[in-house]
């Protein structure tokens, strides 16, 4: 079976037969272009080191999605449970608008932690189930790195609210390795599509 939107939650896609501790792919896609506190965005930061709108992240997450839902073929295995969080740009939302892709929700910091809790949560635990499962994570945006940790950053890095640059608001690329590593599913895959920046208001935080 094809995924089906999932009413009432954004950006959650599901098999219509889904129950929890079903065998299958479970997929978190992750695409930012539009940054709004970045330079470029409608309210940036006094400070923003640099870090600017990218052109094709989100529509880069919405085609490997797409390819997951339509495309992807492999015996015995589906794809049964899929988090799509994008943040386009204009250009980008009109895009998905026109072909129907409206069922996603926006990778800001709270929503990329929650859409991390609840994709973890749902991948399987227990074999046979999770030795018959694969955990795939994707991501496109920016990124930067502070004493050699690979960080990504969410659609309201820099928002005021949250005063200078703080390493708690990104998400660490090796604490998600640590976890998928962890999990007892069959294969783990990772792909991260992400600009690397270095600068110091991170660096010697």
Known sequence: MALEAVTGTPGLWRDPQWQPGMPGVY????????????????????????????????????????????????PDLPVVWALLLLSPSAEERAEFDSTGLTHYDLPDYARMRLAIQRWTAAVPKQAPASTHSRSVFFFSGHGVGANRTPLLLPADYLDPQFGDPQLENCFSARELHRWMAATPVAVRLALLAASRHEFSALTET
């Open 27 to 74: 997929a978190l896609i992750i695409g930012v272009s539009a940054y709004p506190h970045l330079e470029g965005g409608p309210a940036p930061a006094p400070q923003a080191y640099g870090l600017g709108q990218l052109l094709s992240s989100a529509r880069t997450a919405a085609r490997v999605f797409n390819w997951l839902r339509t495309d992807f073929h492999y």
